[in-house]
């Protein structure tokens, strides 16, 4: 059976490896990434189940949910926050 795969984004390196260590435990190869733009671009070419992203501002979250959904339209997008604005 073939393992899930997730892009992780997160520009924060402490966060980046708890959340690859949570996925790894889960059996799923997490692949990390620090910068959004070039998370985005390997979308295309490792074609996730799923991305975890961590946002540093609501627009963030925004802008990479529509262009991840440009990508592959069926990628589901976990967006993990302690601020409230981004549940809207």
């Known amino acids: 059976m073939e393992q899930a795969t997730a892009v992780v984004l997160d520009n924060d390196q402490a ?4 959340i690859r260590n949570r996925l790894s435990h889960c059996g ?11 998370c985005l671009e390997n ?4 074609k ?3 991305a975890v992203l961590r946002p540093a501002s609501p ?6 949910v529509n ?13 993990l926050s ?3 604005e981004y549940e809207s």
Do not use: G, T
């Open 15 to 18: 966060q980046r490896d708890d």
């Open 28 to 38: 799923v190869v997490p692949i990390c990434f620090k910068d959004e733009w070039i």
């Open 43 to 46: 979308i295309y070419h490792v």
């Open 48 to 50: 996730p189940a799923f």
């Open 59 to 64: 627009a963030m979250a925004v802008r990479f």
């Open 67 to 79: 262009i991840s959904k440009e990508i592959q339209s069926h990628i589901p997008v976990i967006i």
């Open 82 to 84: 302690d601020q409230h």
